[in-house]
């Protein structure tokens, strides 16, 4: 299977909308709001629309206030829902669609959405799941080889040090004793002995930090590519860093070379969406107004699928 998400402009614009230090949700009266409005408010608990983020948008329109101000095409920004589909990459049909707020975190949380409903409705669980680099977070990766699916995602990595100086991938995990070993062969450890300050164990936010010995790094020949501007060298292990490495390697095999081709059969159900059913901007409003278009639009892309798949007979003329 494979997942990707596309902006479809919602039915708002900026002229109608208010800057979100002026926006204050608490003042609306329900009972007089627009249906739009109303959804609004009864979905900002829910984890696709109100509760993906805690970061209020730059403005929210006053017609369909749960769509999002964007500006993630790189262009002018505007007021757009996100379109999921999940896909058999077998034949390109759609599995499930599932429509969000234009954020990560919303687009991301829907594949769980969606696998666990397809899993239910149909009994399908994917051996391996194709996305692109927006969901390859540790707890997304996580999710996916709890549940035995491979992820071919490009992982999400901050590992990277601008200085030019030794990464985290240049230190070997040592799972078995819970430590790093750097180039020289010293040991990077959590924790040496009893720690009265929490602090120095694991953060709480899943990240785990792990540390030399001041005096091996203080004399260590190679202290110059590895930490010329600290004590000792400091790494940090992230949340699901044991997921995140199944991720890395897939990523060198011959197979994920074939799954990006693959992940292109959804793009191609997206660019077909807009330029030849024409969804480039939704009708409806609010989020039910979008995933009733969404879900409309992604039939009838199956049932043009499904009559490729399996044409009816040719009727043949009696003379
Ligand atoms: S500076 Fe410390 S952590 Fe880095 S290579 Fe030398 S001994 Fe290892």
Redesign the pocket.
């Known amino acids: 299977m494979a997942i990707d998400a596309s902006l479809i402009e919602a039915d708002a614009n900026k002229q109608n909308s208010t800057p979100k230090e002026d926006w204050d949700a608490t003042h609306i009266d329900s009972a007089d709001a627009p249906r739009a409005v109303r959804e609004y408010l009864d979905t900002l608990d829910k984890a696709a629309f109100g509760a993906a983020s805690e970061v209020q948008p730059k403005f929210t329109s006053h017609s369909d206030p749960a769509s999002q101000w964007t500006a993630a095409r790189k262009g002018p920004a505007f007021f757009s829902y996100s379109d999921n589909y999940l896909i058999d990459t077998d034949h390109g049909v759609i599995l499930d669609v599932e429509g969000t707020r234009s954020i990560r975190q919303a687009e991301v949380g829907s594949t769980q959405t969606m696998l666990t409903r397809v899993k239910a409705k149909f009994g399908l669980v994917p051996d391996w799941m194709i996305a692109d680099t927006a969901y390859g977070s540790g707890p997304m990766l996580g999710w996916l080889v709890e549940r035995k699916i491979d992820p071919y995602i490009p992982v999400i990595d901050k590992a990277g040090r601008p200085d030019g100086t ?1 990464t985290r991938t240049d ?1 070997d995990w040592d799972a078995l004793n819970d430590q790093y070993i ?5 040991a ?1 450890k959590q924790f040496r002995r009893n720690y009265s300050d929490p602090s120095r164990g694991p953060t709480g936010k899943g990240t785990a930090r792990y540390r ?2 001041k005096e ?8 110059q ?3 010329p501007n600290a004590e ?2 400091k790494i940090t292990r992230e949340e699901q860093e044991d997921a995140r490495q199944v991720a890395r390697d897939l990523a060198n095999t011959e197979e994920y070379q074939i799954a990006m081709k693959l992940r292109k059969k959804v793009e191609m159900l997206f660019a077909h969406l807009k330029r030849i059913l024409g969804l480039g901007r939704l009708r409806l409003r609010g989020p039910c107004g979008a995933n009733d278009e969404f879900l409309l639009a992604a039939t009838a892309q199956n049932l043009r699928k499904l009559a490729k798949i399996f044409p009816a007979p040719q009727q043949t003329r009696k003379a």
Do not use: I, M, N
């Open positions: 030794w230190f750097c180039p020289e062969g010293h990077l030399a010995l091996v790094c203080q004399v260590c020949p190679s202290k590519k590895c930490c000792a060298r």
